[in-house]
């Protein structure tokens, strides 16, 4: 009978410890998705740098195809926007980087100089897209940047500078290769199959004419491309 007893107890009290560690299981699984839960996620970039990126690439397009009263007018937005972005967005190099680059716009702006115009506003984009690297954004960055190479074209073109042009179709090709594979296990094929053909005519080419139309393409192809990210 005392045997009974001690088994009894014995069971009952294994029976116990199971529970209490089912418990603790519960409740560590618990506190482990609450502490999940509650975790940030990093932010997207602040909406003066999106317009602020934007604003310079429609003023490229407003130099280049001289239309100054609308260069002013996206010049006045991007002095705003830089004015509205937080303090602690960008290290102080970068944050005297983009004032200057804004005060170099004005002037040029005011000259109606179309390649230093072009060439500032560029620039400027490029910057926007370096500080969007440090939030959650879901666009690699080899999409703005192959943006940027193909406004460089049009830069070269605009200044007949071969050096340039060298230089962009360079790094373009180089760009282009890193994001391709990307496409492609996304099963992207058929942009896959546009861009690399204006990449290769591109290298393939040295008239300006030719060279400015395949940027436009390249350009209106990576517009379409930031849609595959999102």
């Known amino acids: 009978m005392n045997m009974k007893i001690g088994n009894c107890l014995r069971s009952a009290l294994q029976l116990g410890l199971t529970c209490c560690f089912a418990l603790a299981c519960t409740a560590s699984t618990s506190a482990a998705q609450t502490a999940s839960e509650k975790t940030p996620r990093a932010d997207r970039p602040p909406r003066a740098l999106i ?24 010049l006045q937005a991007i002095q705003t926007q830089l004015h509205d972005l937080p303090s602690s967005l960008a290290p102080a190099d970068v944050w005297k980087s983009l004032r200057r680059r804004t005060r170099q716009l004005g002037v040029y702006v005011r000259r109606r100089d179309k390649v230093r115009t072009m060439e500032t506003a560029n620039a400027t984009t490029r910057l926007a897209a370096d500080l969007s690297r440090t939030f959650d954004v879901t666009v690699p960055i080899q999409v703005p940047l192959l943006a940027y190479l193909g406004r460089q074209l049009e830069v070269a073109v605009a200044g007949h ?58 350009l209106d192809d990576v517009e379409r491309l930031r849609s595959t990210f999102r």
């Open 51 to 74: 317009e602020m990126g934007n604003a310079a690439a429609y003023l490229f397009d407003a130099a280049r195809d001289d239309r100054w009263d609308d260069a002013t007018y996206q």
């Open 161 to 218: 500078d071969k050096a340039r042009l060298r230089r962009a179709k360079s790094d373009l090709v180089q760009t282009w290769n890193t994001l391709r594979p990307q496409l492609e296990q996304r099963g992207k094929v058929d942009d896959v199959r546009r861009l690399t053909d204006i990449v290769v005519s591109l290298e393939g080419t040295q008239q300006l004419d030719e060279i400015e139309r395949l940027a436009r393409a390249e």
